[in-house]
């Protein structure tokens, strides 16, 4: 990215990148497919939220930020850990329970956590991604890093949203606070619950800048996120960017979401992120080959992750039981 | 204040500036922290000016983003100290300290710790009321990842608060408000960075073991200096952190005195005593002549001076309980 006339700025990016981001998008897409199925042959354990649907954000944000900058997820974040760049061996492997796992089969799939890649980690409780990025921020301020929350639609019911945006805006902190909106929060319908049903529009009341984007294309994510991180490590403070979309599957494991009108659900499945990107592809000159290239190479790339990771084997309670504090 | 006398406040002052002098990774906010009286109980006066406002600042009255945000920035890289005013609020803080902060260390697999302190003061005797008396310490002891540190004296304050800056994990840290005026000698050279997760033999004694932590320890001591003048010698545990328990000490002591008394300014159940009681029959009931609790009812804390010096267990209590134990053996 480069400076352009009248304080815009000119995306210089390379076909390559579009395609490198296209393969990330179905990396995930990909990733969240097998996981439907391990889960139901009993590999992976307890629950699991996916997150098919929704890749055209979290890879559009990432691919505006620089190595070193933090990012914190979300429950629904194997996205959040695939775009942040995460090893899919190490992150199917932590699905499964595996001592090759990112964190050891300790954490699974709600809090994963990834420090060398500047995952600060995934939340559990909703909002919780929102706290954590904003003390990431406090620290990368320092270091002229930038911090992005991951969020859905119901965090911004939650106090750690409200709380936190002002804490952000009164200290000039370099935080980016992406709102998945996929207009559920759980089974509930986003409008439902939601005061003013304009999430964007909530940054007004902290001065904080805002963007309601088109979570499902990956480009207009991007551009936003581009502008938004800008201006977070230029010392401009925070920014609010709405992002729209829509889950795939239900809220978790358990939800098959009967509660979604079939014609809302078929609108969203024909705008899918990855049919969009495929499409900008072909419109940018890429060629039908390179993209079919790109596919056989991330299936072989999910394919041999999860191999590996049935091979793996689970921690042994005798030897890894762990400590309680650092030393 | 005579020379070598320090001021409990003053100990924690002073171990803040310290440590933020000596690591320009520890920050320090809370709210009125950085303003000129130095909080509500004038303990950070003058703090600022000396480290500089883009390390210590005040908050927003925001105790949700407060620790949510000292937790992000510990794993980012920082060491933060804040301050819940009042231990009562830790109720909006729990989340990111119990579920995240305290947590990370295990479930990332030792990939990073969270080295970060929250100081706020406790205790009720200052007529207070319910919701800014209590002390919040067990809230947090059934929590694996959290270390608790309540100073008994200003020596160890400044001892512990320093240690608590200094330790890697996340320290919830109790200031017992009826303490910050209290004067003691100043820690020694080279005596004022105590390790976290030791207790200390406050007061020798053969006739019976009294645990306690913070004000406690305080009032431990003044009965058994009561009690000496009436021929039992009283040796006084200062457990100094609640979590990590010393566990050692507490039996090596019990095993000398064959009796122990757990002071606790906080309910019987649920709390750090029971607790460290049950402990203490299973792994001593051999060594053990008699074992008990003094600590307040299940109640609030109540606000009117006559029912709330009633509710909690002082120096008078602790000796009273102690003669009234029928069958002390004095030597």
Same mark, same amino acid.
């Given at each position: 990215?480069?400076?352009?006339?009248?304080?815009?700025?000119?995306?210089?990016? $390379?076909?390559?990148?579009?395609? #490198?981001?296209?393969? =990330?998008m179905l990396l995930i897409r990909l990733f969240e497919t097998e996981m439907q199925r391990l889960f139901l042959k009993g590999e992976v354990h307890g629950t699991t939220h996916l997150c098919a649907g929704q890749e055209a954000v979290p890879v559009g944000v990432c691919s505006a930020l620089e190595p070193g900058d933090w990012l914190a997820g979300t429950y629904r974040g194997h996205g959040h850990a695939l775009a942040k760049g995460t090893d899919p061996d190490a992150l199917i492997a932590e699905m499964l329970g595996r001592a090759t796992g990112v964190c050891g089969g300790r954490a699974g799939s709600m809090n994963v956590i990834d420090v060398e890649h500047g995952l600060v980690g995934c939340f559990g409780i909703v909002g919780g991604s929102i706290a954590a990025a904003t003390g990431a921020a406090l620290a990368a301020k320092r270091e002229g890093r930038v911090s992005v929350a991951m969020f859905g639609d119901g965090a911004t019911n939650q106090g750690y949203f409200h709380e936190c945006l002002n804490f952000a805006k009164v200290f000039a902190l370099p935080a980016v606070f992406v709102c998945e909106n996929n207009f559920y929060g759980e089974f509930t319908p986003m409008q439902n619950v939601t005061a003013g049903q304009d999430i964007a529009a909530r940054a007004g009341a902290f001065g904080i800048p805002?963007?309601?984007?088109?979570?499902?294309? *990956? /480009? $207009?994510?991007?551009?936003?996120?581009?502008?938004?991180?800008?201006? *977070?490590?230029?010392?401009?403070?925070?920014?609010?960017?709405?992002?729209?979309?829509? =889950?795939?599957?239900?809220?978790?494991?358990?939800?098959?979401?009967?509660?979604?009108?079939?014609? +809302?659900? #078929?609108? /969203?499945?024909?705008?899918?992120?990855?049919?969009?990107?495929?499409?900008?592809?072909?419109?940018?000159?890429?060629? +039908?080959?390179?993209? $079919?290239?790109?596919?056989? *190479?991330? =299936? $072989?790339?999910?394919?041999? *992750?999860?191999?590996?990771?049935?091979?793996?084997?689970?921690?042994?309670?005798?030897?890894?039981?762990?400590?309680?504090?650092?030393? | 204040?005579?020379?070598?006398?320090?001021?409990?406040? !003053?100990?924690?002052?002073?171990?803040?500036?310290?440590?933020?002098?000596?690591?320009? @990774?520890?920050?320090?906010?809370?709210?009125?922290?950085?303003?000129?009286?130095?909080?509500?109980?004038?303990?950070?006066?003058?703090?600022?000016?000396? !480290?500089?406002?883009?390390?210590?600042?005040?908050?927003?009255?925001?105790?949700?983003?407060?620790?949510?945000?000292?937790?992000?920035?510990?794993?980012?890289?920082? &060491?933060?100290?804040?301050?819940?005013?009042?231990?009562?609020?830790?109720?909006?803080?729990?989340?990111?300290?119990?579920?995240? @902060?305290?947590?990370?260390?295990?479930? @990332?697999?030792?990939?990073?710790?969270?080295?970060? !302190?929250? &100081?706020?003061?406790?205790?009720?005797?200052?007529?207070?009321?319910?919701?800014?008396?209590?002390?919040?310490?067990?809230?947090?002891?059934?929590?694996?990842?959290?270390?608790?540190?309540?100073?008994?004296?200003?020596?160890?304050?400044?001892?512990?608060?320093?240690?608590?800056?200094?330790?890697?994990?996340?320290?919830?840290?109790?200031?017992?408000?009826?303490?910050?005026?209290?004067?003691?000698?100043?820690?020694?050279?080279? %005596?004022?960075?105590?390790?976290?997760?030791?207790?200390?033999?406050?007061?020798?004694?053969?006739?019976?073991?009294?645990?306690?932590?913070?004000?406690?320890?305080?009032?431990?001591?003044?009965?058994?200096?009561?009690?000496?003048?009436?021929?039992? %010698?009283?040796?006084?545990?200062?457990?100094?952190?609640?979590?990590?328990?010393?566990?050692?000490? !507490?039996?090596?002591?019990?095993?000398?005195?064959?009796?122990?008394?757990?002071?606790?300014?906080?309910?019987?159940?649920?709390?750090?005593?029971?607790?460290?009681?049950?402990?203490?029959?299973?792994?001593?009931?051999?060594?053990?002549?008699?074992?008990?609790?003094?600590?307040?009812?299940?109640?609030?804390?109540?606000?009117?001076?006559?029912?709330?010096?009633?509710?909690?267990?002082?120096?008078?209590?602790?000796?009273?309980?102690?003669?009234? &134990?029928?069958?002390?053996?004095?030597?």
């Amino acid at each position: 990215m480069t400076s352009g006339p009248a304080g815009t700025t000119v995306d210089t990016e $390379a076909p390559a990148a579009y395609l #490198e981001r296209y393969g =990330r998008m179905l990396l995930i897409r990909l990733f969240e497919t097998e996981m439907q199925r391990l889960f139901l042959k009993g590999e992976v354990h307890g629950t699991t939220h996916l997150c098919a649907g929704q890749e055209a954000v979290p890879v559009g944000v990432c691919s505006a930020l620089e190595p070193g900058d933090w990012l914190a997820g979300t429950y629904r974040g194997h996205g959040h850990a695939l775009a942040k760049g995460t090893d899919p061996d190490a992150l199917i492997a932590e699905m499964l329970g595996r001592a090759t796992g990112v964190c050891g089969g300790r954490a699974g799939s709600m809090n994963v956590i990834d420090v060398e890649h500047g995952l600060v980690g995934c939340f559990g409780i909703v909002g919780g991604s929102i706290a954590a990025a904003t003390g990431a921020a406090l620290a990368a301020k320092r270091e002229g890093r930038v911090s992005v929350a991951m969020f859905g639609d119901g965090a911004t019911n939650q106090g750690y949203f409200h709380e936190c945006l002002n804490f952000a805006k009164v200290f000039a902190l370099p935080a980016v606070f992406v709102c998945e909106n996929n207009f559920y929060g759980e089974f509930t319908p986003m409008q439902n619950v939601t005061a003013g049903q304009d999430i964007a529009a909530r940054a007004g009341a902290f001065g904080i800048p805002s963007n309601t984007v088109d979570g499902n294309d *990956a /480009w $207009a994510v991007r551009d936003a996120a581009l502008e938004a991180v800008a201006r *977070a490590r230029s010392g401009g403070g925070p920014t609010l960017l709405e992002c729209q979309t829509y =889950r795939h599957y239900g809220h978790s494991k358990s939800d098959p979401a009967p509660y979604r009108p079939p014609e +809302e659900v #078929e609108r /969203w499945l024909a705008r899918d992120p990855l049919t969009l990107a495929r499409t900008r592809l072909l419109e940018s000159g890429v060629s +039908e080959l390179d993209i $079919a290239e790109v596919e056989d *190479a991330t =299936r $072989a790339r999910m394919d041999r *992750a999860v191999g590996a990771a049935l091979a793996a084997p689970y921690p042994d309670p005798e030897t890894e039981r762990g400590t309680e504090f650092a030393p | 204040m005579t020379s070598g006398e320090l001021e409990f406040r !003053v100990a924690i002052r002073e171990a803040i500036i310290e440590e933020m002098e000596r690591d320009p @990774s520890v920050v320090f906010f809370g709210e009125d922290v950085a303003a000129e009286q130095g909080g509500v109980f004038a303990v950070t006066p003058g703090v600022q000016e000396r !480290v500089g406002a883009e390390r210590v600042f005040d908050t927003p009255i925001s105790e949700l983003a407060l620790s949510g945000a000292a937790f992000g920035a510990a794993v980012a890289g920082l &060491r933060p100290i804040i301050e819940i005013m009042f231990g009562d609020f830790m109720g909006l803080a729990m989340d990111s300290l119990v579920n995240q @902060s305290a947590k990370y260390w295990y479930l @990332s697999n030792e990939q990073r710790s969270v080295p970060l !302190v929250v &100081r706020s003061a406790v205790g009720g005797g200052g007529r207070f009321g319910a919701i800014h008396s209590q002390t919040h310490a067990t809230w947090f002891q059934g929590i694996p990842g959290l270390k608790i540190a309540f100073p008994s004296s200003p020596a160890e304050a400044k001892g512990l608060l320093k240690g608590a800056i200094r330790d890697d994990n996340p320290v919830i840290f109790l200031e017992h408000k009826r303490l910050y005026s209290v004067k003691g000698p100043a820690p020694g050279a080279g %005596e004022d960075v105590i390790p976290l997760g030791t207790a200390r033999i406050a007061r020798p004694g053969q006739d019976l073991t009294i645990v306690s932590a913070g004000k406690g320890v305080a009032d431990a001591l003044a009965a058994a200096g009561r009690l000496a003048g009436e021929g039992v %010698e009283a040796e006084v545990v200062d457990l100094r952190t609640l979590r990590p328990l010393d566990l050692d000490t !507490v039996l090596e002591s019990v095993a000398r005195t064959n009796r122990v008394l757990a002071v606790e300014e906080g309910p019987r159940t649920g709390g750090w005593a029971s607790g460290l009681l049950g402990v203490v029959a299973e792994q001593g009931l051999h060594d053990l002549d008699d074992a008990w609790l003094l600590a307040t009812g299940e109640l609030p804390i109540p606000y009117s001076p006559t029912l709330e010096d009633a509710f909690i267990p002082g120096e008078a209590a602790i000796a009273s309980s102690v003669r009234e &134990r029928a069958g002390l053996a004095v030597s």
